[in-house]
């Protein structure tokens, strides 16, 4: 029986105290409110009472965090999707603006040529088509295996964006600053004739958004 729903989870609220973009560096985990928001995801997801078939998490420390609380309330074990991970990005390891940001540093102006592919990283196209891949194979899998139920696939804002704007048909350039995508937001789609349909968005954390400080790249 085919997977009913996908679900796209983002993290929660990073711990990054420099105000850092982080990218795919290693070692940036949840802080203790993005803790509390995975949580946050977690219930909502149970409290649906739908079966879940497969937990998918992106390979980076934050996306496996955001994955444990769904994981243990639902007995599951979470596989690493490497098509779901954060897109590479040059500014990785900088801060954006203020004194010292990389927007100040003539260096860094060669990758802002562009911001409609973008030139600072992987293009939006390349983003949009990997992730509509894995979602379409964890479906398949799904159907393969004979489970019954949804597939939940924890990412990153700007891979469930692309996702978002690719299936609905809109433009994949895009102000950053609009992304309906919050810390642990969970945006659904249905596979209905071989074609990906949205269905769904939620935002369980958003009675934790206000604390948080990190909500990442804008």
Known sequence: MPARQIHLVRHGEVFNPS???YGRIPGFGLSELGHRMAAAAAADIVARDRPIAALYTSPLQRARESGRPIAEALGLEPSIEDRIIEP???FEGRRMEGKGGAL???RMWRFLWNPWLP???EHFTSIAGRMRAAMTDAHTAAEASGEAGDV???SHQLPIWMAHRSIVGESLPHDPRKRR???SSITSFELRD???VEVGYSDP???LQAEATDVGAV
């Open 181 to 183: 995508c919050s810390l």
């Open 194 to 196: 071989g074609k990906l």
């Open 88 to 90: 590479t990005n040059a």
């Open 19 to 21: 105000g850092v973009l």
């Open 205 to 207: 954390a958003a009675g």
């Open 104 to 106: 100040r540093d003539p």
């Open 119 to 121: 030139a600072w990283g």
């Open 152 to 154: 939940v696939m924890v």
